[in-house]
């Protein structure tokens, strides 16, 4: 495992290691690049755990969703997904204090799911290692199945982000929630359509739309 995490970090590093391979065809190098990190991200989901983690956020008092960094657009999109579909969803893209008061509340009935990739953070780890031990269950999403969260989850999903350039690759990730999204839709499709409309008619009454 420690061999595993030992591993050159850095985004200078990976620029130098890009700028010495710079590839004739960029473009279609990362298009190809993402095909393939979302058929391995594919390729390595559980379709019994995935289902598992689905009934576990359904049925979830609350859930409170964290991250930083790279992992921060993620963490965003699924707890506004989660909110949109009519579950009790909040996020945390911080550090620190606020990050603590937010995992204090966890506890039995509820979901934390902790998304971070790469240079993992004492922050997200030590958030899941609290909610953990007041009695919420967990679901992580990192890019190795060994990673630092990973061995405290009830529900551990992987993806890959091999990237081109400096930066990882963030498609396999978005791959993946987009499929927690379509799950829970059909898990709870009543209350997802109630919810839509509901959200619907608020904007329409507040004029928030330019075009329908």
Not at 9 to 35: C, L, M, N, W, Y
Not at 43 to 68: C, F, H, K, P
Request: hydrophobic share 45%.
């Amino acid at each position: 495992m420690q061999a595993q995490l030992e591993r050159p970090t850095g985004a200078a590093f990976q620029a130098e290691q890009a700028a010495s391979h710079f590839p004739d065809e960029v473009a279609q190098k990362v298009f190809r690049t993402d095909i393939i990190n979302i058929e391995r991200t594919a390729n390595n989901l559980s379709t019994q755990q995935l289902y598992q983690a689905v009934d576990a956020i359904v049925q979830a008092r609350r859930i409170l969703v964290v991250g930083a960094g790279l992992s921060a657009a993620a963490v965003l999109f699924l707890a506004h997904s989660l909110r949109i579909a009519g579950l009790d969803a909040r996020m945390n893209l911080n550090e620190g204090l606020s990050l603590v008061t937010d995992t204090v509340r966890c506890g039995p009935g509820d979901v934390l799911i902790a998304i971070d990739m790469w240079r993992y953070t004492h922050s997200t780890l030590n958030c899941v290692e609290r909610a953990k031990g007041l009695g919420a269950q967990v679901i992580t999403i990192s890019d190795q199945y060994r990673s630092p969260l990973s061995s405290l989850a009830d529900y551990a999903f992987e993806v890959v982000t091999d990237g081109v350039s400096f930066s990882l690759s963030s498609v396999g990730t978005f791959s993946l929630l987009n499929v927690f999204i379509a799950a829970l839709s059909y898990r709870i499709p009543e209350r997802t359509i109630d919810s839509l409309r509901q959200i619907d008619n608020a904007y329409r009454e507040n004029d928030l739309l330019i075009t329908e």
